[in-house]
């Protein structure tokens, strides 16, 4: 595989993952910190750190609405619930193993 063919598999892939977490609202930001380390957030931090190198301009919010499909607050209007006392305390037993993000 040349270099250009594993781009274009990493950006085809990327795109299934924003799909089906697109889909998957019934899965909270939480849940997906608590089991996977990361999350909506995560993923659109990553993808606002990257556009910045193509676009400078380019800013979280748009990142934001790319990975969620829709602005935050009406992610959060629609689709957020509140955390579990129990889900929190899981956040932070698990924080160590979350994923850094650099530049934020």
């Given at each position: 595989m040349?270099?250009?063919?594993?781009?274009?598999?990493?950006?085809?892939?990327?795109?299934?993952?924003?799909?089906?977490?697109?889909?998957?609202?019934?899965?909270?930001?939480i849940?997906?910190?608590?089991?996977?380390g990361f999350?909506?957030?995560?993923?659109?931090?990553?993808?606002?750190?990257?556009?910045?190198?193509?676009d400078?301009d380019?800013?979280?919010?748009?990142?934001?609405h790319?990975?969620y499909?829709?602005?935050?607050d009406?992610?959060?209007?629609?689709?957020?619930?509140s955390?579990?006392e129990?889900?929190?305390?899981?956040?932070?037993?698990?924080?160590?193993?979350h994923?850094?993000?650099s530049?934020?």
């Amino acid at each position: 595989m040349t270099k250009e063919q594993q781009t274009r598999a990493e950006a085809a892939a990327f795109r299934a993952l924003v799909a089906h977490l697109q889909q998957r609202t019934d899965v909270q930001n939480i849940d997906l910190m608590n089991l996977a380390g990361f999350c909506r957030n995560c993923l659109s931090k990553w993808y606002s750190a990257a556009a910045k190198i193509q676009d400078p301009d380019f800013d979280y919010a748009q990142a934001q609405h790319f990975v969620y499909g829709m602005s935050i607050d009406d992610w959060k209007r629609d689709h957020q619930t509140s955390a579990s006392e129990e889900q929190m305390q899981r956040f932070e037993e698990t924080k160590p193993q979350h994923a850094k993000i650099s530049g934020y």
